[in-house]
């Protein structure tokens, strides 16, 4: 039987669990906020590895899968960690199916311009050709393109090969993201103003000793 002790012990710890769930809950609301279109402090590009982003929540039925990184997004941010979304109701591109290239899913890309496009004071098309800019501004490691099995890796040694393979980057100014001890993304911090790489602020990375980098059949 169980005594008042445990019982009283029992009810704090679920209190408190209900409390960091709230409170988690509160920071994501703080995090993302309806903004004014034009009013953040810098880009966050989203490098989706490919063999696991048509696994993600979002991904369409017709994604395919790709073999390398492809273009998640290139998200309005702020230095505090917060970022605006759904900042205007603006159509998106005519002809969405141009930027298929670096984002294979026509879904996500509507996802990305109502959500992100639309808090800048960029058309549509401005949006998606400084998306291909920044894409293309990258240089992905050659390890990485041509990795044929699957390989463990620290998120360390992700960022390095990154680093060595874009010697112009400032320190920090590249992110892993992991999830369930796998590669899901590599995020760059990039200016509002020309789109050059600055060190990340407010950005959090993976916290994994050891991530596995998966591989497509």
Same mark, same amino acid.
């Given at each position: 039987?169980?005594? +008042? ?15 960091? =769930?709230?409170?988690? +809950? ?8 309806? &903004? ?7 880009? $966050?590009?989203? $490098?989706?590895? &490919? ?13 395919? !899968?790709?073999? &390398? ?6 998200? %309005?941010? @702020?230095?505090? =960690?917060?970022?605006?979304? @759904?900042?205007?109701?603006? %159509? ?6 141009? @930027? ?6 026509? %879904?996500?890309?509507?996802? *990305?311009?109502?959500?992100? &496009?639309?808090?800048?004071? +960029?058309?549509?098309? *401005?949006?998606?050709? $400084? ?23 620290? %998120? ?27 590669? !899901? ?8 103003? =020309? ?9 959090? =990375? ?12």
């Amino acid at each position: 039987m169980m005594d +008042m002790g445990t019982n009283f012990l029992r009810r704090s710890m679920v209190f408190c669990l209900a409390v960091v =769930g709230l409170l988690a +809950m509160s920071a994501s609301a703080r995090a993302q906020q309806k &903004g004014e279109p034009g009013k953040f402090d810098f880009y $966050l590009m989203n $490098l989706a590895w &490919g063999p696991e982003f048509c696994s993600v929540p979002g991904a369409g039925a017709a994604c395919k !899968t790709p073999r &390398g990184f492809v273009l998640h997004g290139l998200w %309005p941010q @702020n230095y505090d =960690g917060s970022y605006p979304v @759904n900042c205007a109701e603006r %159509p998106g591109p005519p002809r969405p199916e141009n @930027n298929l290239d670096i984002t294979p899913d026509r %879904p996500l890309l509507d996802h *990305e311009w109502s959500k992100h &496009g639309t808090c800048t004071t +960029m058309s549509p098309e *401005e949006f998606f050709s $400084l998306e291909h800019q920044a894409f293309h501004s990258v240089r992905i490691p050659k390890k990485l393109r041509e990795l044929k099995h699957e390989e463990p890796m620290r %998120p360390k040694d992700v960022v390095d090969l990154f680093a060595k393979a874009n010697p112009s980057f400032p320190q920090n100014s590249v992110v892993v993201s992991c999830e369930k001890g796998r590669l !899901t993304a590599v995020e760059v911090c990039l200016a509002k103003i =020309g789109l050059e790489p600055i060190s990340c602020q407010g950005i959090r =990375g993976c916290d994994a000793q050891a991530i596995r980098i998966v591989v497509a059949p």
